[in-house]
Every structure is written in structure tokens, then in C-alpha cells.
């Protein structure tokens, strides 16, 4: 028979402290001892590689890893969660396009006081600047990661637009394995790691309550194996253990994240031999709670309570101190660190100091340049009287050599393409404004609201959703209050809570384009030369409008501001408010959802969101309060309206006009002489469909079956060679990308190219690649080409700039 003891107060509280979950109640599953603030839910993306689609990117256990803790994770939460909390993709399932839905799916699901656990595991290199660092997903092709990469700002741009409060990424970049015989690849995972923390040092830093928690330090090898909990990373190996129990030293039933890391520490490191160390970084509460543990139980004071459910009697737990024996030595290097730390941080702050004081001579250069008249070599001799000034290791030495090179290679805009001078005015009072980094007018402001209700006014543009950004439900979000539309007083602030497709009709009707990001990023940069717009002062609100994290958002005003007011912080040509107010939308497509945003905005509270060199994104039809535009013009409308005869050679039938050639092979019309620039899909596109050249207006971007009859020379590509894709077969079962191919300029054409021997010879260009108008199959992002100096076939970002040839 069973023996039933009365249960004390002692052993209720007892059971509540063995399974928090059960009291937890509407405060949610848990609450962070050190703060009191309740965790409501979880949520959970684990992404694993070790399969990718170029196969001397293998790993070894890092599909495992992800799914381990995935497994953990789906199990500790099974009945409390929903299951569809937590994602895991592994292998082929983690291309670039699915890593960001989940991504942002669940980053967009997360509320306040939600948790968020980012486990990835995968390679990370560096693109050939080295100013951006890439995951590199399945489908990444490691030498054009602009492709399909996740770069760091699609990472950052995310958590940082995230209600999510609180998130920890358990980051493992660093498993062991190499790139075989590639040996172009920039770098090797192994070796990345202290660039790797520098990013995430930056994500730690974006938005309080982050945590980063990565496999290992400075540049250390990660090791991983079957001594590892049967096929792990040591760093997985260890938080799988550290999960389950064994890191609650506080025993509180709470797996707190400084306990955790503290945990994984001294495991990899002991299990390692000191080779290993990870490292956490970020703004968090060191006791949030990730799950919760059963408690080993303490010695109770006073009456001895039995709970005898049959069996033999049970004696209380043992109490087992924690092992701390290398504690003492743990914190000793803790502080060795802080103040090797802090020394870094001196350092820092008098290169900066440096800094500012080589940029004081660059301002009093430039501004010395504004009022030199005469000749260019009047002009340079000024500055080389600057520069012969300069201390021998002055950090800016490269920037004022720089601006030798821009008087050198001034150029004013042709008389015949655009207005003499360098600004003009234009409808709507928008004041055109020439960038000679990208060759290309910009509107001075952002379009501000007076600008863009001129074009609502005029029946071209639509105000429909200003007062309603992101959706289209009955009742608006908190934030709606941001927007400027109806806002009285707001008439010279940039218009905000645009989508993509009301910011390129407002600029088609204004007789402009939005700029694309290379035209935006040249300018803002000063083609590279300059962190920010204004140059590399530090930002505060004397250069731009931002959420200055000492105060409320907007430099104290918690809104935009008119354009235009921080003049100081304008551009090198003089447009202003590049990096702040709001962030500007771009002609250029990430993928075929989603378009690309430069320069941040009045309500990002970190510097890194400021520079230049940052991009963001956005799906084309969503508004943002945070988001508008400025439009840019090249000028050359009368160009790609009415194209001027071309003088051709004389074998060339002429066909209507000498500026087309009709091939007898198929019956097709050609554009004879292409536009001497490259442009991205859509644009090409719209070049063609407005195109009127040699009598003809019925121009057309070709299909790739027709880009493929005019290649000569090259059978594997011409018509019916052993490249298989068609306009009826586009997807990469047809051609494993590239397809095809001749040597280098073996082609009958001028220079060498793969074309009819008829047409002209381009100028100073090697490969010529050309669009199609056939998107991928299933890649609706990517589009067929066809490269005349080599004979390839292949795919392009529909956002990369290649160049085109109309037909009819």
C-alpha cells in the first residue's frame, strides 16, 4: 500500500522551484532573476552546412550541430510553444532566399519580451573590398558573393528593425575544414574569426538585450569530432551540457546566459587544451534566461519531509558544490583583459583624435579649392602645398592624393547630354545637382512632402497608404504617428511611408530615376575615400539627423526634420542628409521581392548604420516611417528617346537607318551599336521598351533563344550547340551555370567577340556580357546572359549591371 506524507509549505515551494514553467502564468514561461522582466515566448532558427552546392565547401558536423540544438530546444519547449517557433535548415534547405524568410519571419513574429535564439553554423568569408563579411549559404558561389551571400547588413538589418528585446546568436564559423583547390577564394573559414567578432561585436551592439556567443577567439581553430558528444563542435558539444543542466551553478532551475558562456568557456577550453576559446559579446541581461532545469534541491532547515510514492524511502538530495576550481584564475585573465581593453581603447581614441585633425586640413583644402580660380594646374599646385605640409604619417595622406586624381580627371558634363553648369532646377522646385564620383545628377533633398503632393496634385503619383505603412489592416500600427503626409507643419520634411513603386513614379514624373546603389554608394563615399557622406568625424547630430542613443530619436525631436538642416554633414558634391533623416530607397533589387536601402535614418541609434559603405533592404511594397527617397537624372532622356545615327562599317547593309542591322540567319532587327554603359535588368528593359532608334519604336529586350542566334564562332552557343538552354528550357538543369564557352577573343567579330563580323567594334571592353530578357526558372532573381568574348551562358543578379543590345 501506498505511503502518502502531508506535504509541507516547505515542498510546495520545493516543486515551483524545480519547474518554474509551472508558475510562471501570464508572466510568461520565465523571468530573469537579475531584472524581473518575463520572457513570453521563444522562438528559435538553427541553420547548419555541411553540404553545399560547390562541394570543396564541405564540412563536417555542422548539419548536426544546428539540428542538435534544435532538437533541445523543440523538446524543452514541446507543449508550451508552439512547434512551428522553431526552423531548422540544413544542407540544400539552407539556400540565401530561404535563410532570410525564416530569418525574417521569425525576427518579424518576435515581440517585446519574446526570446529569439539565432544558432548558425557555416562558413564566413570577406568580399574582395574587405569591408563586407558574407555567410556563406548553399548556393553561394564564394567567389561572386554578392550573388547569393548573407551579408552582414541583411543580418543586422533585420535584428535591428526586430521588436525582439531579447536574442542570443550561438555563432560557430569557425569549424574546421577547408576550401580544397580554390584557390581563389578570399579567405578560409578558420582564419576569419577576429573579423567574424568585429561584425558581431557591431550586432551585439545594435540593439540592447543581443548576446553573441561565438565558438572561439582572435583566429582559432575550432576543433570538432567523435570525442565531442559523439560527432560534434567542442562548442556545441559543450552548450548541449551546459542546456541540460550542468551550467546552473546559481542552482535556480534557470539556465541564465552568463552562466552558460561561463560554462562553455572553461569546458572547450579544458577539452581543447587551452586552443580553443569562445568568446560573447553584446549589450544583455547576464541573467536572461534561455530554459529551464531541474534544480538539484539544498539542505532544508528544520523538519525532514517524506514524499514516499512507494518504494524505498528516499533520503534528500546531496547537495554537490559546483567545481570552481579555476575561477579564481578565470577572473584574474578577466581583468588582465578589461585592461588591455581600455589601453585599446586610448589608442583608439587618439588615432581618432588624429584623425580629426588631418580632416581639419582636408576641409580647409577643399574650401581653399572653392576659391582658387584659374587652371586645373593653378588648382593642383594648391593642394600639393597642402599636402607637402602634411606630417609623414598623416591617415589622410591618401584621401588629399585622392583629390589630385579628382581635379585630374574632372570632366564637366558634355554640353550635349546635359545643362552646362552643375545644378539646374527642375519641376516640382527640385534642384538637380551634378555628382562627379557617379557621373550623375542627384536631386539635392530628399523628395519632401510639398514635392511629392505636387505629383499627387498633377494625377501621376498616388497617395494611397502614406497614413497606413506596412499593411493595409483597419487599424494602424503604433508608429503610424511618423508619418509625414498629414502631418501639419511637415511640408519641407522628406516624404516617408512610400513603397518602392510610388518612390519611381514620383521620379519618372519629376524626368529622373531612382539612383541605383553603386550611383548612391559612389557619391555618399566619395567613390570609397570617406566613411560617411561628410567625411570621418565621428557621427553626432552636427552632421546628421539619427537616434543619437543619448537622446530621444531625431536628434531630440522624435521625428524628421525639414531637409537640409545639417549642411555641414552634405555630401562632397552637397547633398544633403545622405546618412540620416530617412533611409533612401535605390533602384537596385536584392532578389525579386525585395529592393535595396542606403544610408540610415533619424531612428538608428548606432553609428555603424550611418556609414556609407551599410545597406539594408526592404520588399518593394512595404512602407516604413523610416524609409523615403531622392531621385536622381542622367540627363540623357533625348538619348534613349531618339537614338543619333551611328556611322557603321562600310560592309554593313544599312536597314532604314545605319544605327540597325536586320541578321538574315533569323529575320531579327539589331540595335547596332549598344549603349556604351552596363544597367541593370529592369533598366534594361525599360531601355528597350523606350527605345526609338532607326525608324522603329517596337524595341525589346531579347529572349535568350534569340540572344543565342547571334553568336558566330562559338558552336557550343550559337543555335543548337551543346548548350541546352532556351527561352523554353531555363532552368539550371539545362546548363549547370555556365554553359558553353570558346576562348578568350577567338571570335570572328571586332577585337575578337562572338558576333556577326558586321557589326562595330565596341570600345576598351573585354567581355561584353549581355542580358536576356529570360529569368531563371525557379531563381526568379537571376536572369540568362551571353558573354561575346568568351562565348559563355549564364545567370546574373537582375541587380548586377551588365550591358544590353535591343532587338525587334
Keep these: 500500500m501506498k505511503k502518502w506524507t502531508v506535504i509541507s509549505a516547505a515542498a510546495v515551494l520545493m516543486f515551483l522551484l524545480l519547474f518554474p514553467a509551472a508558475w510562471a502564468g501570464d508572466k510568461g514561461l520565465f523571468v530573469s532573476p537579475t531584472t524581473g522582466v518575463p520572457v513570453s515566448s521563444v522562438w528559435g532558427v538553427f541553420v547548419g552546412i555541411s553540404k553545399y552546392k560547390q562541394a570543396d565547401l564541405n564540412l563536417t558536423y555542422a548539419d548536426q550541430d544546428a539540428k542538435a540544438l534544435y532538437d533541445f530546444f523543440a523538446a524543452q519547449f514541446e507543449g508550451q510553444v508552439p512547434a512551428d517557433h522553431f526552423r531548422l535548415l540544413t544542407n540544400e534547405k539552407a539556400t540565401r532566399r530561404d535563410i532570410l524568410k525564416v530569418l525574417a519571419e521569425v525576427l518579424n513574429l518576435a515581440m517585446d519580451q519574446d526570446l529569439v535564439v539565432l544558432g548558425l553554423s557555416m562558413h564566413g568569408l570577406w568580399d574582395q573590398s574587405g569591408q563586407n563579411l558574407y555567410f556563406v549559404a548553399h548556393d553561394t558561389n564564394p567567389n561572386e558573393l554578392w550573388d547569393r551571400g548573407l551579408s552582414q547588413a541583411d543580418v543586422m538589418n533585420m535584428i535591428a528593425h526586430s521588436r525582439a528585446r531579447k536574442i542570443v546568436i550561438l555563432l560557430d564559423t569557425c569549424n574546421s575544414g577547408g576550401f580544397g583547390s580554390s584557390g581563389t577564394l578570399l579567405a578560409m573559414k578558420n582564419v576569419n574569426t577576429a573579423d567574424v567578432n568585429r561584425l558581431l561585436s557591431a550586432i551585439g551592439r545594435s540593439q540592447d538585450g543581443i548576446a553573441v556567443i561565438t565558438s572561439s577567439s582572435a583566429a582559432e581553430r575550432s576543433q570538432e569530432g567523435q570525442k565531442f558528444c559523439g560527432g560534434h563542435g567542442a562548442f556545441t558539444c559543450a552548450l548541449l551540457e551546459g542546456l541540460k543542466g550542468g551550467a546552473d551553478t546559481n542552482r535556480n532551475g534557470l539556465m541564465e546566459v552568463r552562466e552558460l558562456f561561463d560554462y562553455v568557456y572553461r569546458d572547450v577550453k579544458q577539452n581543447t587544451g587551452g586552443v580553443q576559446n569562445p568568446n560573447i559579446d553584446g549589450r544583455y541581461d547576464s541573467g536572461l534566461p534561455l530554459v529551464a532545469v531541474a534544480r538539484a534541491a539544498e539542505p532544508q532547515a528544520g523538519k525532514k519531509v517524506d514524499v514516499d510514492l512507494g518504494g524505498s524511502p528516499q533520503d534528500s538530495a546531496t547537495y554537490v558544490p559546483p567545481d570552481t576550481s579555476d575561477y579564481d584564475k578565470l577572473l584574474e585573465q578577466s581583468k588582465a583583459h578589461a585592461a588591455e581593453q581600455k589601453k585599446a581603447e586610448e589608442a583608439r581614441k587618439l588615432y ?32 600639393r602645398k597642402f599636402l607637402s605640409e602634411f606630417p609623414q604619417d598623416n591617415p589622410r595622406q591618401g584621401e588629399v592624393e585622392g583629390l589630385i586624381q579628382q581635379i585630374e580627371g574632372e570632366r564637366e558634363p558634355e554640353p550635349a547630354t546635359s545643362p552646362s553648369n552643375r545644378t539646374s532646377s527642375g519641376k516640382a522646385g527640385i534642384e538637380w545637382v551634378y555628382s562627379q564620383p557617379a557621373k550623375l545628377y542627384f536631386a539635392k533633398t530628399e523628395t519632401t512632402v510639398a514635392q511629392y503632393r505636387a505629383c499627387v496634385n498633377a494625377g501621376f503619383c498616388s497617395s494611397q497608404g502614406l497614413t497606413m505603412p506596412y499593411w493595409n489592416g483597419k487599424n494602424q500600427p503604433d508608429w503610424a504617428k511618423y508619418c509625414n503626409w498629414d502631418k501639419p507643419g511637415r511640408e519641407d520634411h522628406p516624404i516617408n511611408c512610400v513603397d518602392w513603386n510610388q518612390a519611381t513614379a514620383f521620379c519618372k514624373w519629376s524626368g529622373g530615376r531612382l539612383p541605383s546603389e553603386a550611383e548612391w554608394f559612389l557619391e555618399a563615399s566619395n567613390k570609397s575615400s570617406r566613411q560617411y557622406p561628410w567625411g570621418d568625424q ?28 545639417k549642411v555641414v554633414g552634405n555630401s562632397v558634391s552637397g547633398l544633403c542628409d545622405m546618412s540620416g533623416n530617412v533611409g533612401e530607397l535605390t533602384s537596385s533589387w536584392v532578389d525579386s521581392l525585395c529592393v535595396v536601402v542606403r544610408g540610415g535614418s533619424w531612428s538608428d541609434d548606432y553609428p555603424e548604420f550611418m556609414r556609407a559603405l551599410l545597406r539594408s533592404w526592404r520588399a518593394s511594397t512595404y512602407r516604413f516611417y523610416f524609409y523615403g527617397f531622392r531621385c536622381g537624372r542622367s540627363f540623357q532622356t533625348t538619348k534613349i528617346e531618339q537614338q543619333p545615327e ?32 552596363g544597367m541593370q535588368w529592369e533598366a534594361a528593359k525599360s531601355y528597350c521598351s523606350n527605345l526609338t532608334l532607326g525608324g522603329y519604336s517596337d524595341w525589346r529586350l531579347p529572349s535568350i533563344s534569340e540572344l543565342r542566334s547571334l553568336v558566330r564562332g562559338c558552336s557550343a552557343t550559337e543555335t543548337g550547340g551543346s548548350c541546352k538552354v532556351t527561352e523554353n528550357c531555363r532552368s539550371l538543369s539545362c546548363c549547370k551555370d555556365p554553359c558553353g564557352g570558346c576562348s578568350n577573343k577567338g571570335g570572328p567579330g571586332a577585337g575578337g567577340h562572338y558576333w556577326p563580323s558586321v557589326l562595330p567594334k565596341l570600345p576598351n571592353v573585354d567581355e561584353w556580357w549581355f542580358w536576356s530578357s529570360s529569368s531563371y526558372e525557379v531563381y526568379t532573381d537571376t536572369a540568362w546572359g551571353v558573354g561575346f568574348g568568351n562565348g559563355y551562358v549564364r545567370g546574373y543578379n537582375k541587380g548586377y549591371e551588365i550591358f544590353v543590345r535591343c532587338v525587334r
Design 352 to 383: 581618432l583624435a588624429k584623425l580629426e585633425e588631418a580632416w581639419g586640413k582636408v576641409v580647409q583644402i577643399t574650401d581653399t579649392l572653392k576659391s582658387v580660380q584659374g587652371t586645373k594646374d593653378k588648382r593642383i599646385t594648391v593642394v
Design 538 to 565: 565621428k557621427v553626432t547630430c552636427k552632421y546628421a539627423i539619427w537616434g543619437d542613443g543619448e537622446r530621444t530619436d531625431g536628434c531630440g525631436k522624435d521625428s524628421t526634420w525639414p531637409v537640409c538642416s
Design 646 to 677: 551611328q556611322e557603321l562599317p562600310a560592309q554593313m547593309e544599312p536597314n532604314k537607318a545605319s544605327a540597325v542591322w536586320s541578321d538574315p540567319n533569323s529575320g531579327l532587327t539589331w540595335q547596332a551599336m549598344p549603349p556604351a554603359n
